[in-house]
């Protein structure tokens, strides 16, 4: 939601605490204050005391008419949150990027979306939550990326930083805290972690054959040696895997090799290491993982990849590497070393815990209080599964270890891979600059979560997500019955009752659906869980068919009429807690139009939270329609190398412009496929069936014939 703040304080400060415009601006967008962006939350926060009053009156209004049992006001920025005894803490983590680019889609919905879902979700539920992000940005990648673009390590990393926050908080991702690996507090947490290793008798040196710089006096990592592929004879492969044949390689096999940094010749060089002995913490970290995966249910890819890992057996791994850039190895003869960034990075989730609050240890080191939920893709599964944990565990400290870990598969760009250096699919900075809200974004990227297979984006799918399940099922809901409303009660909800069969038929069909969503969302099975919720919205609008809500309704059947449309509202109300997770923006629009405050996420649904009387208010579009036309001119726009293919030959239906009444019918189209579907599910009568598909068949002629 984008508000302009200097119109919102002008128009409170013209007006004094006391006055009724100023009561009814400041207590409309407070229960909403939470989803908004920084500058104006913190605003907000400002004006409580002046505001004192007028918030009193508001809240002892909204009782009266609103249920204030399922009510919730949202504070985790306005205090410090740490855990709290008798309560369910969760502690939720998104894998840290690597700070040497802009993130794409792949990226986004993998970590930080999924988390996000997750912490709101588990915020609604009345959870004490704690949500920490950041960027990872030590390492081989940051040095190489800094000598490409010609800039010190730092401003690369204050440079992707930057960029990387902007995106995210276009995201409306609702991080407690998005820190940085480069702090005092990472130093301190790690190097603590590595001397507890040292003592316990889990690290040990060892040699490493390694390429070296004369010119510069430098051992070389993998990256930044280039050379002839021994395989294939390629000149440009790296020290750690040509690109053209794809085989994995080491630095000393390169035929030919030559520094990146000035071109010279490298030579072999041996170099001391320290090692982390993970061989003798299989034991430990094996019995943990049986327990761990069984009581937090890994998602299956997780659980596979583990096992996969143990199977094979693990080894010692080198935890320091010849680099500047990096946390320092509190060794002496290690001076010139830092800790590899595999070793290094995870350690970033309590430290950027501690750069929030110098009481991190009662999140990171409370197994018996906390339960930690990790999210990320799963190429980074075994870093947190194995190296970290038994890191962990071999401190001999009582850390809070992982209790569920959410994997996503890949998630494809128009049957081919995300890349940035070929301009092909769509990164954080292009969704910005796209036009199409951010509601949109989300709910398409997470109805197409990889969370078992790999899946694909594509602008045909997008685009009909928008205009097909969003406008034409729980855009039209909402929007249907709050105009109606206010266009033939004043915006008042009348006296009625849920007595009724065709009511009470209403609330036993949500409940299942709202209990499945819940049981979806406690395991973090997001895509599912969204589906469910828009199953509920469609459930409100073949009710709002069955009743056939219209003036005609409201001038000869007005006590039928009056109970529709307050069954409607409240179920619209259900529905802005339901979708939070997913789509905060609309859920804030929605709790605009009914003049209500956030609602928690229920185990079970009266359908009774709005009462009679409750004063909502005005209606908003939730959504608006994406032409189709602009399918292929982004497609054309972020498809790089693949821009340069011919396009295919528009076909009949494709090369029509659509006039306002082809337009209408398609929606009437949408909608009366989605009542079909519903019938189906809920296997209604075949003739029942047979009618309305007969309607959908001939409003598919009537389109043809304009065509």
Same mark, same amino acid.
């Given at each position: 939601m984008n508000l302009d703040l200097d119109k919102i304080e002008s128009n409170i400060q013209e007006i004094p605490p006391q006055g009724y415009a100023s009561i009814c601006l400041f207590s409309t967008l407070w229960p909403l204050s939470s989803s908004l962006q920084k500058k104006t939350r913190d605003w907000f926060q400002s004006k409580q005391e002046e505001y004192k009053e007028v918030l009193s009156v508001f809240h002892q209004s909204l009782e009266k008419t609103v249920n204030p049992k399922n009510t919730i006001e949202l504070k985790h920025h306005q205090e410090k949150i740490l855990p709290k005894p008798g309560c369910e803490n969760v502690l939720i983590t998104s894998a840290l990027p690597y700070v040497n680019n802009v993130p794409h889609l792949g990226n986004i919905v993998g970590c930080v979306l999924s988390a996000d879902v997750f912490a709101r979700y588990s915020r609604l539920r009345g959870k004490n939550v704690l949500y920490v992000g950041g960027t990872d940005?030590?390492?081989? *990648?940051?040095?190489?990326? @800094?000598?490409?673009?010609k800039m010190s390590?730092?401003?690369?990393?204050?440079?992707?930083? @930057?960029?990387?926050?902007?995106?995210?908080?276009?995201?409306?991702?609702?991080?407690? +805290?998005? #820190?940085?690996?480069?702090?005092?507090?990472?130093?301190?947490? *790690?190097?603590? +972690?590595y001397k507890r290793l040292e003592t316990n008798g889990h690290v040990f040196e060892d040699t490493m054959t390694q390429l070296f710089c004369e010119k510069h006096q430098s051992f070389l990592a993998d990256r930044f040696v280039e050379g002839t592929c021994p395989l294939c004879g390629y000149e440009d492969a790296r020290g750690d895997q040509c690109d053209k044949c794809g085989k994995l390689l080491n630095a000393t096999e390169l035929v030919n090799p030559r520094c990146k940094l000035d071109g010279a010749r490298p030579i072999i060089r041996d170099s001391k290491h320290l090692f982390l002995n993970l061989t003798e913490l299989q034991g430990t970290l094996e019995a943990w993982f049986e327990r761990a995966s069984k009581d937090g249910q890994w998602s299956l890819n997780s659980q596979q990849i583990t096992r996969s890992w143990l199977k094979e057996g693990l080894k010692p791994r080198c935890i320091t590497r010849d680099l500047k850039w990096g946390t320092k190895v509190p060794r002496e003869g290690y001076e010139n070393k830092v800790f590899y960034v595999w070793f290094d990075a995870p350690i970033g989730?309590? =430290?950027? !815990? @501690?750069?929030? !609050?110098?009481?991190?240890?009662?999140?990171?080191?409370?197994?018996?209080d906390v339960k930690l939920y990790q999210f990320? #893709?799963?190429?980074?599964?075994?870093?947190h599964t194995v190296i970290f944990p038994s890191t962990l565990m071999g401190t001999s400290e009582d850390w809070t270890?992982?209790?569920?870990? =959410?994997?996503?598969?890949?998630?494809?760009?128009?049957?081919?891979?995300?890349?940035? =250096?070929?301009g092909v699919g769509v990164f954080g900075n292009n969704v910005m600059d796209s036009k199409i809200p951010v509601e949109v974004w989300r709910y398409y990227m997470l109805s197409i979560r990889p969370e078992t297979s790999d899946s694909q984006f594509t602008w045909d799918g997008l685009v009909t997500a928008n205009n097909s399940e969003l406008l034409a099922n729980l855009g039209n809901f909402v929007?249907?019955? $709050?105009?109606?409303? $206010?266009?033939?009660?004043? #915006? $008042? +909800?009348?006296?009625?009752?849920?007595?009724?069969?065709?009511?009470?038929?209403l609330?036993?069909? $949500?409940?299942?659906?709202?209990?499945?969503?819940? *049981?979806?969302l406690e395991k973090a099975k997001i895509r599912q869980a969204l589906a469910k919720a828009m199953e509920i919205s469609s459930r409100g609008n073949l009710y709002l068919q069955e009743n056939k809500i219209d003036n005609n309704l409201f001038q000869n059947q007005r006590e039928r009429c009056d109970t529709v449309v307050a069954m409607a509202l409240n179920l619209s109300y259900l529905l802005s807690s339901l979708i939070y997770p997913f789509m905060p923006t609309t859920t804030s629009s929605i709790l605009r139009q009914l003049n209500a405050p956030m609602r928690r996420i229920t185990d079970t649904y009266e359908g009774t939270d709005l009462r009679q009387g409750h004063l909502i208010g005005k209606p908003e579009y939730l959504f608006t329609r994406i032409d189709e036309k602009r399918i292929q001119e982004l497609r054309l726009k972020y498809s790089g190398q693949q821009a340069e293919k011919k396009p295919k030959k528009p076909?009949?239906?494709?090369?029509?412009?659509?006039?306002?009444?082809? +337009?209408?019918?398609?929606?009437?189209?949408? @909608?009366? #496929?989605?009542?079909?579907?519903?019938?189906?599910?809920?296997k209604a009568s075949k003739e029942e069936i047979q009618k309305q598909v007969q309607i959908l068949l001939g409003l598919k002629q009537d389109l043809a014939q304009l065509q």
């Open positions: 940005e030590y390492g081989t *990648a940051t040095e190489t990326k @800094a000598i490409e673009e390590c730092q401003d690369l990393c204050d440079k992707y930083y @930057a960029l990387h926050k902007q995106t995210y908080e276009w995201f409306d991702i609702d991080f407690d +805290i998005f #820190g940085r690996t480069t702090t005092q507090q990472q130093t301190e947490i *790690a190097q603590d +972690i989730y309590p =430290s950027i !815990t @501690a750069n929030y !609050t110098p009481e991190w240890t009662k999140w990171w080191k409370n197994p018996k990320m #893709g799963k190429d980074n599964v075994p870093f270890l992982l209790h569920h870990l =959410s994997t996503t598969e890949y998630l494809q760009y128009e049957s081919g891979k995300f890349s940035k =250096s070929r929007n249907r019955v $709050v105009k109606f409303v $206010v266009s033939k009660y004043d #915006g $008042v +909800i009348p006296q009625y009752q849920t007595s009724g069969p065709q009511e009470q038929q609330l036993k069909d $949500v409940a299942p659906l709202l209990q499945e969503y819940n *049981a979806l076909t009949k239906t494709e090369s029509v412009e659509k006039t306002p009444e082809m +337009i209408a019918i398609e929606e009437k189209i949408t @909608a009366q #496929g989605n009542l079909v579907r519903q019938l189906k599910q809920d």
